[in-house]
């Protein structure tokens, strides 16, 4: 059964860092384009970050130049950096992989909260 499992997560000072992971195993990782996105309570789900297979990255307008998307396909594992932090980036954030072909998969991890505040 496909997993995808985020952690990192946790409370942390309006400025600080997360580095946010996610372990992906039962799928061929390198072949999926992973993506970050995020809940904040009352909200819709949002994008945060994007990587495809080719290198290709694309950002919340929200979060560029603070979050960094990242992926070892040894390690099967995508990350998400975090850097200089706002009590806005708090949410639940949730890691993606999708493969786009002749057909379409698509799969979820549960979250881990990121909780900004002073």
């Known amino acids: 059964q496909v997993q995808l499992v985020e952690s990192g997560g946790g409370l942390v000072q309006p400025g600080g860092s997360l580095r946010l992971s996610c372990a992906v195993s039962?799928?061929?990782?390198?072949?999926?384009?992973l993506g970050w996105y995020r809940q904040a309570p009352g909200k819709q789900r949002e994008l945060v970050a994007s990587?495809?297979?080719?290198?290709?990255?694309n950002y919340a307008d929200s979060v560029k130049g603070r979050f960094t998307i990242s992926r070892d396909n040894v390690e099967n594992t995508g990350y998400l950096q975090m850097n200089s932090l706002k009590a806005e980036d708090t949410a639940v954030y949730y890691c993606?992989?999708?493969?786009?072909?002749?057909?379409?998969?698509?799969?979820w991890g549960r979250g881990t909260q990121v909780t900004v505040s002073s």
């Open positions: 039962k799928l061929t990782f390198s072949i999926y384009d």
């Open positions: 990587l495809t297979t080719s290198g290709n990255t």
């Open positions: 993606n992989a999708i493969f786009r072909g002749t057909l379409h998969y698509e799969y």
